[in-house]
């Protein structure tokens, strides 16, 4: 009892001794901020901040945010420069009244210098910024990495370039270029946010805010948030990511409002309006009898639309055929820019040929009268608007409305096409928007002239609104230019006007309906003449009747690793093929597909074999001819101290040199796995040795060499995904185009039950939709086909073989 009661005294006192420790260390860390340092203060107070700084940083909204921001702020500075330029040109203009000849010259040498300055700045400081951009992000959104295309030196020269273009009063836009700038800005945003926050080093994450800069860029441009979202939803993807809608949306909103207070607080602006308001009645905006024409409208606008796009496809395809055009125009990239705007400078030269064209007028002053509520003609005879400077410009005493607004359409539909193929940053969404309202007026001109008393209905007499007839037909042409249904909410939000939303959207399905079925969109065809990788669309109204399979049109010659492969194996197949991904299958018999492996995999098993054998020759020869070879291989210095002093050593050593570079890379050098496997030593430098005579250790190392490459392969430390994208070979040509748009696949495995057959690429695929569907609308019948529309591919032969397998599996 005494020892027990010891026992418990210890233990009492040792609890009370790990209590105390408990309590003292419980002190330390529950003393009060009070009681710190202020140094010590200061520190934990700038942890907090930089933890709330980092989780403030990283949110969503925060990022979308400042990009809306940052864009709404470029647009309006933009806006600034390009009002300040035209001012300018209108000053000089005028100034130079004293003769026609000085007023021809000031006219034609402003626009000619700043579109020679815009094309010498891309092509100094960065050739992408050329162009639209709108292509290019497609491609980009598809998976593919463009060089150069989305750095700040690009934003740099896209802006400044841009701004020069649009004061040289050339008929391009900046929307297709803003699309651009605004996917660089998001880019270049989460580049600057990965300092604060790690998920911005997310290549995924990066890609989806790129959806979200081209959002930005169209509601920055129109102020119209929904319009802009809905237009990047459809010209930049096929399948868009739900999340990335609210994030583009919140984007596009807070650009757009800044972009339209800015001009308030400017002063410039009263209030928020939008910004092409017009004044069309509300009670009745149109009748339904107007509804005809209106989808007439819509008609004629897609063949117009189509046929802007063969157009500029033709111009393209002259300049870029024409070799000795080409190269001439291509190293002076100042003349073909200076000729075009010598040569639309002339033709809008207001005393001139300008008159019949109100060539004085701006874009956006030519939207403004063509919105206009008030009806032009009577009769066929101008309306007195001498007070509104922008009406009379379409007044001549001799020729009617009529003739002006054909003129203008049709001067301005090959100029547009024309413009848009320079070397420099330009868009086709405006000058096809300006193009569109003409013709609109032209027609709305045209029934006000045939019902000038209005329509009567129910008593009530309405008359015709022109202006309304130009806003469908800005939204009507410009969706047959782009194959996009956006249009038209653009131009509702871009003119405020809710009343004519059912003829716009009758005139934009109509066009789309009609231009789709006989030329691919702008971007599209720019995206062909380029030559960018990027999958074609299949022609919709086709697919039913396309009876092509993925075994017509898949590669069949497939480089592939077994698990029964050796060295020289894979020595041979990496020499042959410059894959990123081979297929792994399981026997040469079964072709089973197991799954793929990288081709730097395949590189680091060989690196490795080399590192395991180097040197595994060396315990079995002479002490001497040891050396030797350690000096070829390892260039030890401590071996090579035992040499023969009275030889020299360079041949060997520079041979070495040689081999240590070539096991470095070695297919890039194209040595042979025996080099890299072996680290074979100079033998001829070593022939002047007495060691090195017998022809016994010769023959010792070409027999251990030969193994070495016959050797199976070792796949336990190789990553081989076990699941590589299969299609199976009754895959439908629709089916395997869906597959690779929505998932963005670069290649897919074939296989037929379970055994590799073959291998699609975005290669095959885009020659099979080139070839089987071409721009005739004819569709070849491949031989295959027919073989299998008679029944010839049986259902019995795949059974006997599938039970074949499992049993050969399962013995």
């Known amino acids: 009892m005494g020892v027990e009661g010891k026992d418990e005294s210890k233990l009492e006192q040792g609890l009370h001794t790990k209590d105390a420790g408990h309590l003292r260390r419980d002190r330390r860390h529950q003393t009060s901020f009070s009681d710190l340092r202020p140094c010590h203060r200061c520190g934990v107070r700038v942890s907090h901040f930089q933890r709330l700084l980092v989780t403030l940083v990283g949110a969503d909204w925060v990022f979308v945010v400042i990009l809306g921001f940052i864009m709404a702020v470029i647009s309006f500075v933009m806006d600034i420069f390009v009002t300040l330029f035209t001012d300018a040109h209108r000053w000089i203009y005028n100034v130079s009244d004293s003769h026609v000849f000085l007023q021809y010259f000031a006219w034609v040498a402003y626009s000619m210098i700043l579109m020679c300055f815009a094309a010498g700045f ?96 169209i509601g920055c441009c129109f102020a119209s948030p929904i319009g802009g979202v809905l237009f990047s939803m459809e010209i930049t993807s096929r399948f868009f990511v739900a999340p990335n809608y609210w994030r583009g949306f919140l984007s596009a909103v807070f650009g757009s409002l800044i972009f339209r207070l800015l001009p308030v607080w400017h002063g410039e602006e009263e209030t ?172 709305g001109e045209g029934m006000a002239t045939l019902f000038p008393e209005g329509i009567n209905t129910d008593g009530h007499i309405y008359h015709i609104v022109p202006g309304a007839y130009a806003v469908v037909g800005a939204a009507a042409l410009t969706a047959g230019v782009t194959h ?115 081709r730097a995999q395949l590189l680091a098993l060989l690196k490795q074999r080399v590192q395991d054998q180097r040197g595994g020759l060396a315990p079995s020869l002479p002490c001497s001819y040891r050396v030797h070879f350690q000096t070829s291989t390892e260039e030890s210095p401590s071996t090579s101290a035992h040499a023969d002093s009275s030889k020299p050593l360079k041949p060997v ?38 060691e090195a005579e017998d022809d016994a250790i010769l023959q010792e190392i070409e027999e251990w060499e030969e193994p070495q490459l016959d050797e199976q392969v070792n796949f336990n430390n190789c990553k081989i995904d076990p699941a590589p994208f299969q299609l199976v070979e009754g895959t439908s040509l629709h089916k395997t185009h869906t597959m690779f748009s929505v998932l963005n696949l670069d290649y897919a495995y074939v296989t037929s039950i379970g055994r590799l057959i073959g291998v699609v690429s975005l290669k095959e695929l885009r020659k099979a939709i080139e070839s089987y569907l071409p721009a005739d609308g004819v569709r070849l019948r491949p031989i295959l086909a027919s073989f299998r529309d008679r029944g010839f591919r049986g259902a019995p032969i795949e059974t006997a073989e599938l039970h074949k397998l499992l049993d050969h599996q399962a013995s």
């Open 653 to 690: 050593l520079k041979k070495s040199a040689v081999d240590e570079e070539e096991i470095t890379n070695p297919y890039d050098s194209g040595m042979s796995l025996k080099k890299l496997c072996c680290s074979r030593p100079d033998i001829d430098a070593l022939q002047d040795y007495p």
């Open 122 to 217: 891309v092509s100094i400081v960065s050739p992408q910024a050329a162009g639209s951009g709108i292509p290019e992000m497609k491609t980009t959104l598809r998976g593919v990495v463009l060089s150069e295309y989305l750095t700040f030196r690009t934003l740099v020269s896209k802006v400044i370039s841009l701004i020069f273009v649009l004061g040289s009063e050339l008929p391009v836009g900046k929307e297709g270029p803003f699309v651009h700038i605004g996917s660089m800005c998001a880019i270049l945003l989460c580049k600057f946010m990965s300092l604060f926050s790690g998920i911005y080093k997310n290549e995924a994450r990066n890609k989806e805010m790129l959806t979200v800069g081209c959002a930005v860029g």
């Open 484 to 598: 996009t249904l956006s249009t038209g909410v653009i131009m509702m939000e871009l003119t405020g006007q809710i009343g004519h939303t059912l003829p716009i959207l009758i005139s934009v399905i109509l066009a789309n309906m009609v231009s789709q079925s006989l030329q691919p969109s702008i971007y599209d065809t720019v995206i062909r003449i380029k030559k960018l990788p990027y999958l074609p669309l299949l022609r919709w109204g086709r697919r039913e009747k396309c009876n092509i399979h993925v075994e017509d049109f898949m590669e069949r010659d497939v480089r592939y690793v077994s698990l029964n492969s050796t060295y020289r194996d894979i020595n041979r197949i990496l020499r042959s093929v410059n894959l990123k991904m081979l297929p792994v299958v399981k026997s040469e018999e079964s072709m089973l597909l197991l799954g793929s492996v990288e």
């Open 272 to 443: 928020l309006t939008a910004l092409y308001a017009t004044k069309y009645r509300l009670d009745h905006p149109f009748d339904l009898q107007e509804l005809p024409a209106f989808a007439a409208m819509g008609i004629v606008c897609g063949f117009g639309g189509a046929f802007f796009v063969f157009l500029y496809g033709k111009i393209s395809l002259f300049v870029k055929k024409q070799k000795a055009m080409n190269s001439f125009l291509m190293k002076n990239v100042f003349l073909y820019s200076a000729l075009v705007s010598v040569l639309i400078s002339t033709l809008t030269f207001p005393p001139g040929f300008g008159q019949f064209m109100a060539g004085k007028l701006t874009q956006r002053e030519s939207l403004i009268s063509f919105f206009d509520n008030r009806t032009w003609s009577n009769n066929c005879i101008m309306a007195d608007f001498d007070h509104d400077d922008h009406l009379a410009a379409w007044k001549h005493p001799q020729a009617n409305v009529f003739i002006i607004l054909t003129i203008f359409v049709l001067m301005k539909f090959w100029m547009s096409a024309l413009s848009i193929t320079l070397p420099i940053p330009c868009g086709s969404f405006v000058p096809i928007f300006v193009i569109g309202a003409g013709f609109g007026r032209l027609v």
